[in-house]
T-cell receptor, first 115, second 111 residues
Framework: EAQVTQNPRYLITVTGKKLTVTCSQN?????MSWYRQDPGLGLRQIYY???????DKGDVPEGYKVSRKEKRNFPLILESPSPNQTSLYFC??????????????FGSGTRLTVV | GDSVTQMEGPVTLSEEAFLTINCTYT??????LFWYVQYPGEGLQLLLK?????DKGSNKGFEATYRKETTSFHLEKGSVQVSDSAVYFC??????????FGDGTTLTVKP
């Protein structure tokens, strides 16, 4: 089944403790992206990647890191989480060929709470 | 920068009513436009898209037309069902790959 898999689904952590949220897709998509969803603010793009070793900042990159060493994986790293990073996070992927505007396939989300 | 503005919700309709959710955008260049739907506890799913002016996207009875002159992409459905209750997001995507989403509109359909 074609899908984007995020882990974990739920995570409670303490301020300052480094964490990684994994994202993997099995559709050979070039493009991957991370979003956070907060009440009243919709989805905001954190980082995106158009291919291996190519990443760019979205609208809210502060406090996050990403890497794209393999095409299928795009982990989101919080080096020193803070309570304002408590949110619902989504990973998404799409093809990116010939500049065609493909829609995204989204993961099921990771609900992160930082205390 | 780019932006997407959706009509504020929540929207409550009776079954078989007509649905319109307004969406307008600002962007440089010629973005592609999308509607996504999010059911409770799930990720977003692509509902429909349009890639250029006057294109009409359609899926599952929903339609939206890319109107460049009014920079709009309003979502419509002629007869909603209880199963259409969800949050709907309008979004644009530029050729450079950057996406911008609206804040979402919650739709509740009552039997």
């Amino acid at each position: 089944e074609a899908q984007v898999t995020q882990n974990p689904r739920y995570l409670i952590t303490v301020t300052g403790k480094k964490l990684t949220v994994t994202c993997s897709q099995n559709m050979n998509h070039e493009y991957m992206s991370w979003y956070r969803q907060d009440p009243g603010l919709g989805l905001r793009q954190i980082y995106y990647s158009m291919n291996v070793e190519v990443t760019d900042k979205g609208d809210v990159p502060e406090g996050y890191k990403v890497s794209r060493k393999e095409k299928r994986n795009f982990p989101l790293i919080l080096e020193s989480p803070s309570p304002n990073q408590t949110s619902l996070y989504f990973c998404a992927s799409s093809p990116y060929r010939d500049r065609e505007p493909y829609g995204y396939t989204f993961g099921s989300g990771t609900r992160l709470t930082v205390v | 920068g780019d932006s997407v503005t959706q009509m504020e919700g929540p929207v409550t309709l009776s079954e078989e009513a007509f649905l319109t959710i307004n969406c307008t955008y600002t962007a440089t260049g010629y973005p592609s436009l999308f509607w996504y739907v999010q059911y409770p506890g799930e990720g977003l799913q692509l509902l429909l898209k349009a890639t250029k002016a006057d294109d009409k996207g359609s899926n599952k009875g929903f339609e939206a037309t890319y109107r460049k002159e009014t920079t709009s992409f309003h979502l419509e459905k002629g007869s909603v069902q209880v199963s259409d209750s969800a949050v709907y997001f309008c979004a644009l995507k530029t050729n450079a790959g950057k996406s911008t989403f609206g804040d979402g509109t919650t739709l509740t359909v009552k039997p």
